[in-house]
Structures are given as structure tokens and as C-alpha cells.
């Protein structure tokens, strides 16, 4: 069974830029969740969908969105990008909300 | 909101030697998980516990979730270089809250 993908793996944008991020969950998934990794904060929780509904958002500025499609997969979106967004961000697929997550590679995002 | 206490923050150890690493919370879990994450990859699930007092093994890898449900621990036995990486312990209360995730531990292995 495939894991979970992520497009693209690496992005360098500059400062007000905006950037679009896909995760594509393992089949039969319907949960994905986002997350922010950076060295100082360690994974940050940004939101969860389950089919097609946000469940839960972290505490992060209106800049992040995301959205679920009827096909589970997933994509999120950072507007007027700052240097301090630079991060791996990275997506996690379960069956359901209760079970347990796994994670893509994550895509590494540099903000110049 | 609930947060988790993760420690050792880093180690370094011996080849062959064991490792104990845990995560306290001042909340209850109804699920932990511990993951494992290796540069420039995402965290790989090792071991997920759900029941209280609930001690489960993966190869050399023990983890226990404990019986307050407030921590859980993780051992490993006669580490190897491969072992390296950062060690996460996740808790995740109901269906209705977000994974929370310790800060993690990092693991160096000397030959």
C-alpha cells in the first residue's frame, strides 16, 4: 500500500509570495492533518479534515488555510508568505480521527 | 492547552547500551504513540498504545503506556547506529482533539 505523498518536496518563494502545498493520504484514509516543523517549536498542529470538513485548526494566523477534497486529498495554503513560515510542513493520513496518524515526507519550504 | 513533556531532550549512548526515554503530561491520553523521524523525513509511526498499564513491543523497542495515563515510556534495547533520530511521543485524547506532540528526544549512537 502506498504512504502518504507530498508535492512538492522542496519550495524556495520570497517574502509575500503565496504557496500552495498537496498531500495525498493512504488509500481508504479520510483524516489529514497538517502540521508545521520548525527546530525551535518542534510539530505544530495547523488543521485536521475529515471528509471534507475541518475538525480542528491550531492556533496559527488566517494566512493558513487548507482544504479536503472528496478524494481525501488534501492541500494547503499559505498566503503573503514571511521568512518565519520557512518550515517542513507536513501532512498525516488515518483511517479515522480516533486512529492513529502516519506521516508524508513533508515538503521543506524556504521563505527568502 | 494540553501540552507534553518529553525527556531527555538528547542522549548520547554506546552502541549496545539500552535507552529509556517517557513523556509526562499533566492531562490524560487515551492513545500514545511514539514515532521516529531520521533527517529530511517524516516521523515514522513505531508504536501505538491504548489502554492503560499497556506495555507493547516492536523488535527491541518497548513502549508502556502508563497506568495514570498522564505518561508513557519507551525503551530501547542494545541500541545500533540506525537507531539515530528523534524520538517523538504523540497523545492524543479523543476523537474530537488535535495529536499532541513532545518536543522530542534526539538519540546519537557511538560505534
Known amino acids: 500500500k502506498a504512504g502518504v505523498t507530498q508535492t512538492p518536496r522542496y519550495l524556495i518563494k520570497t517574502r509575500g509570495q503565496q504557496v500552495t502545498l498537496s498531500c495525498s493520504p493512504i488509500?481508504?484514509?479520510?483524516?489529514v492533518s497538517w502540521y508545521q516543523q520548525t527546530p525551535g517549536q518542534g510539530l505544530q498542529f495547523l488543521f485536521e479534515?475529515?471528509?471534507?470538513?475541518?475538525?480542528n485548526k491550531g492556533n496559527f494566523p488566517g494566512r493558513f488555510s487548507g482544504r479536503q477534497f472528496s478524494n481525501s486529498r488534501s492541500e494547503m495554503n499559505v498566503s503573503t508568505l514571511e521568512l518565519g513560515d520557512s518550515a517542513l510542513y507536513l501532512c498525516?493520513?488515518?483511517?479515522?480521527?480516533?486512529?492513529?496518524?502516519?506521516f508524508g515526507p513533508g515538503t521543506r519550504l524556504t521563505v527568502l | 492547552g494540553q501540552q507534553l513533556n518529553q525527556s531527555p531532550q538528547s542522549m548520547f549512548i554506546q552502541e549496545g547500551e539500552d535507552v529509556s526515554m517517557n513523556c509526562t503530561s499533566s492531562?490524560?491520553?487515551?492513545?500514545w504513540l511514539w514515532y521516529k523521524q531520521e533527517p529530511g523525513e517524516g516521523p515514522v509511526l513505531l508504536i501505538a498504545?491504548?489502554?492503560?498499564?499497556e506495555l507493547t513491543s516492536n523488535g527491541r523497542l518497548t513502549a508502556q503506556f502508563g497506568i495514570t495515563r498522564k505518561d508513557s515510556f519507551l525503551n530501547i534495547s542494545a541500541s545500533i547506529p540506525s537507531d539515530v533520530g528523534i524520538y517523538f511521543c504523540a497523545g492524543l485524547y479523543s476523537g474530537n482533539t488535535p495529536l499532541v506532540f513532545g518536543k522530542g528526544t534526539r538519540l546519537s549512537v557511538i560505534a
Open positions: 488509500s481508504g484514509h479520510r483524516s
Open positions: 498504545l491504548y489502554k492503560a498499564g
Open positions: 498525516a493520513s488515518s483511517l479515522g480521527v480516533y486512529n492513529e496518524q502516519f
Open positions: 479534515y475529515f471528509s471534507e470538513t475541518q475538525r
Open positions: 492531562s490524560i491520553f487515551n492513545t
